[in-house]
């Protein structure tokens, strides 16, 4: 047999308990016959790799003479030059230092060097074939057999591989002993032949443990090992299914293998029921590599997550998001909180981001989000568990509120008013101005509860959208203080109920400085009312507050002016200004403040010579004269004044100023969105065509900008319904014979009887009419809407149709959009407005049966096996809002 030293670092032997190895071994060698319990003294239970290492290592031929002989033998073996010389010194020792049975691992055989190959030089080129020199022999390894006797399995190895008839096996006599044929002896069996006992009195250790988990424990103190196998035993006997129990002690090998020094997880295993234990097994190894310390997760926490629920697939939901976020250091009480919450919310889908949380919190007020969550009518309570965490302090916002008091649409909006905190661009900035509101919150909480339930949400929107909208932190203290008292008058009566400024007012009355706020706070109420005019609709609020947003940023003090002198006009201009998106806004903006209409210093010129400059720049405007008659006429020379007429004349002419600036702008808006056109003095339908191209930006795809641009070229042309011509639009008739094109452009003409009056349903035609169909009924398709876009693709797109109910004035009541799909499908759309009559809605479902009796297709109907599938074909997006609900 060839050996060769194992390629192995003694000190990589050496077990990491070797002092408490020492302390056995010195209470041996104080003994009379210490050293001959030293060296055969059997050790119950698991045996370190190394302790015959150990054990040799501290024998001293001084103190101990008699073993002078075993350490000679001990340090041959560690420089033998080959086997057989050494062979009855290797049996030697290893009879005196018989280590447990306990310690037989699975076999892994020792790596063996390879002699290189000499190489042919220039001095020999024939590789010394016919010369007299030969190459030195490679030098014999030396054989370090003490390696292969402190470890088990390194020598059971080399068992598995030695010849024995060449050298056999020496009993501890040094006589040759008989083994069985064809036995490969190892540790384990030649420890039974020593002591000459049967294998059932053997102490031997687990097969599985010893397979699994002994070598991975090999470095570990006994301590930990016997803690391991412990745990071993108490699991192995619990399942009566073998397959279950054999995969639970996989997974268990695994996570033993991950984290040797930690037991806890698999402590607390055994707490748990068989069905969980194999599922938190493998969660502890996949979530947090196998390490969970008794800081980390208490046995309490542990029989609080798995009462939750008796669903396993929950129970592992909820432990997955536990352990994710202790690893972003947050605590395992914060989350168990998070999963108590998600709980009672019923939610029936698992979603991981709702549980995910990046800061940890000491303090949810589970009794006040419950408060909070019955004034508001939700059940799910998680992401205030996930607020307080983002905002310190929530958690006392949360519980001085007196949610019993406030209505549900008040306690809604008051509960989300940090809404206007969460800005992750300004974070610091954003966290700061949070601190500020919690010291302020009381004062408007006081007002609030005061005020009756029908009007207390219009304070709680005035109140959010203020603290939302005042950007400086550290005058919003002294802001609250001034205009809170404004803002509980405009909720109370003659001032509506239902309206909301949205930021509006606070892009108003951040424009007064400190010292003039006086101004503004005794501001006549009709002021208030043109507001709340202005603020009828949300479409109109959002233009209003766009628009007005452009003068606080760059002309304050005409804001200020305008509002006081021409409240009405002012409005009707930030409306206007508004339609434009805000990039071109701005720099329509910063172009006219430059005209002299601003640039001017219209209080330093003489008042005559501004009354002639206020004509001329009228006329270049094309605007009326802001003149009275007789000044004109003065002006021209054909009337004479007096000076006192005179300064009367001009004192009421530059009265005038703020309107007519806010006529002048006005009339420049017309311009900037018209100038291609030439479309504004056709129809007020092509004005609002106009305004909505103007809010449709250039950088979103969505917004069919390109559509609308060609659709107004044509109409410009004479040639507005050349879209229905278009190729594509054509193409998609001819995929769709059913949808027959004279009979779906036309459509059916209907008249209804209904409590408001005789009412015409009828397709639209003119496609000006077909772009107000949001504007008609105030929903997010008009100007200003969040869904804008979508108009056009209605009125671009053949395979949608607009269905107007008009009364006999010819105004539009109500609307619906209907729309063929790829399946030939006719798909009916919800009615707007939402609080339209219940005759109505009968009246516009009879039409979309009718029509499809006719067309010969059927009605989609919400719930049918299957589903719709509307395309988009001339336009880019197109928002589907869902069929319609009604029964």
């Known amino acids: 047999m060839s050996s060769s030293k194992p390629v192995k670092d003694r000190a990589a032997v050496q077990p990491p308990v070797l002092q408490t190895v020492k302390s056995i071994l010195i209470s041996l060698l104080r003994q009379p016959q210490g050293i001959v319990a030293l060296l055969s003294d059997e050790v119950d239970g698991v045996v370190q790799p190394a302790l015959r290492q150990v054990k040799l290592a501290a024998l001293d031929a001084r103190l101990f003479p008699q073993s002078a002989s075993l350490q000679a033998d001990w340090h041959s073996l560690q420089t033998a030059s080959d086997l057989r010389s050494v062979w009855p010194a290797f049996w030697r020792v290893f ?70 008839i060449a050298l056999p096996v020496l009993d501890a006599q040094g006589q040759v002993m008989s083994l069985s044929a064809g036995l490969i002896p190892s540790s384990a069996t030649l420890y039974l032949h020593h002591w000459n006992r049967p294998a059932q009195e053997l102490p031997v250790l687990p097969e599985a443990f010893r397979r699994c988990l002994l070598w991975q424990l090999r470095a570990c103190s006994a301590d930990l090992q016997l803690a391991w196998l412990q745990i071993w035993h108490q699991h192995s006997g ?177 509960l989300h008013v940090f809404y206007s905190f969460m800005d992750e661009d300004e974070k610091e900035k954003m966290q700061a101005k949070w601190q500020v509101y919690l010291t302020l919150f009381s004062a408007c909480h006081d007002v609030l509860i005061s005020l009756p339930a029908d009007r207390q949400n219009k304070l709680a929107l005035m109140w959010r959208h203020f603290i939302g909208g005042w950007d400086d932190a550290r005058t919003l203290p002294q802001a609250v203080q001034d205009f809170l008292p404004l803002m509980h008058k405009l909720c109370l009566p003659p001032f509506k109920a239902e309206i909301d400024y949205g930021h509006s007012f ?43 947003y452009s003068f606080v940023n760059l002309a304050p003090a005409f804001l200020r002016t305008s509002l006081m002198a021409a409240p009405a006009r002012f409005f009707k201009t930030c409306n206007l200004l508004g339609s434009l998106h805000f990039e071109r806004r701005q720099l329509f903006m910063k172009k006219f403040l430059k005209t002299d209409w601003f640039a001017l210093d219209w209080h330093a010129m003489p008042p005559l010579v501004a009354c002639q400059r206020m004509l001329d720049l009228s006329k270049e405007a094309g605007l009326d004269s802001p003149l009275p008659r007789r000044l004109r006429e003065y002006l021209e020379g054909v009337l004479s004044l007096s000076s006192q007429q005179i300064a009367r004349h001009c004192r009421l002419s530059l009265s005038r100023l703020p309107s007519l600036r806010l006529r002048a702008l006005t009339a420049a808006l017309w311009v900037e969105m018209d100038a291609s056109f030439n479309l504004r003095d056709t129809s007020a339908p092509a004005r609002h065509a106009l305004r909505l191209l103007a809010g449709l930006d250039n950088f979103s795809s969505r917004n069919n900008r390109k559509g609308l641009r060609r659709f107004l070229g044509h109409a410009r042309d004479g040639n507005a319904l050349n879209y229905i011509q278009h190729p594509l639009n054509q193409a998609w008739y001819a ?67 607009l269905l107007y109910a008009r009364n006999e004035q010819g105004k539009v009541v109500a609307r619906q959009l209907l729309a063929i799909d790829e399946g030939d499908q006719l798909v009916c759309f919800a009615v707007y407005p939402g609080n339209v009559s219940q005759d109505v809605k009968a009246a516009f479902k009879t039409y979309g049966l009718e029509l499809a009796t006719q067309l010969g297709i059927t009605v989609y109907q919400d719930g049918n096996d299957g589903s719709y599938d509307v395309a988009t074909i001339l336009a880019q997006n197109w928002w589907d809002d869902g069929p319609w609900q009604e029964k």
């Open 238 to 414: 619990q399942h009566a299914d073998d397959i279950a129990r054999s995969q639970k002690l996989a997974v268990l090998a695994r996570l033993c293998a991950m984290s040797t020094d930690n037991t806890h997880a698999a402590q607390l295993t055994l707490l748990l029921p068989e069905n969980r234990q194999t599922i938190f097994l493998t969660v502890v190894m996949r979530e947090a590599q196998g390490s969970l310390s008794p800081q980390q997760m208490t046995a309490d926490q542990l029989m609080r997550l798995h009462d939750l629920s008796d669903d396993d697939a929950r129970f592992e939901f909820y432990l997955c998001n536990i352990l994710r976020n202790l690893a972003r250091q947050v605590s395992v009480e914060y989350s168990l909180t998070g999963c108590l919450l998600y709980e009672a919310s019923d939610i029936s889908e698992l979603r991981d981001y709702v549980l995910t949380a990046s800061h940890d919190c000491q303090d949810v007020p589970l009794e006040a989000i419950a408060r909070a969550c019955k004034a508001v009518g939700i059940k799910s309570r998680v992401s205030l568990w996930d607020y307080c965490a983002k905002f310190p302090g929530l958690a006392h916002y949360l519980r001085e509120t007196q949610w019993e008091k406030l209505s549900e649409p008040a306690a809604d909006t008051w």
């Open 506 to 548: 606070v892009n108003i009355v951040e424009t007064w400085p400190i010292d003039k706020r006086a101004e503004i706070i005794a501001i006549d109420d009709s002021v208030w009312r043109q507001l709340e005019l202005a603020c009828r609709r949300e479409d109109n609020m959002n233009l209003l507050t766009s628009g007005s």
């Open 735 to 801: 995929r769709h014979p059913r949808a027959q094109q004279a009979a779906w452009q036309a459509g059916l003409q209907c008249k209804v009887q209904t409590a408001q009056g005789d009412l015409a349903l009828a397709f639209e035609h003119d496609p000006f009419e077909v772009l107000m169909m949001g504007t008609y009924a105030g929903s997010c398709l008009g100007i200003g809407g969040l869904c804008d876009y979508s108009a056009i693709a209605c009125l671009l797109d053949v395979n949608k149709q």
């Open 95 to 164: 009879w005196m230092t018989v280590p447990d049975a306990g310690n037989a691992s699975m076999v892994v055989l020792p790596q063996t060097g390879v002699a290189k190959k000499v190489v042919a030089t220039a001095a020999h080129p024939r590789a010394f074939r016919g010369t007299k020199y030969q190459p030195p022999k490679p030098a014999q390894p030396a054989l370090d057999l003490c390696d292969w006797l402190a470890d088990a399995r390194l020598l059971d190895a080399f068992f598995a591989r030695h010849d024995f």
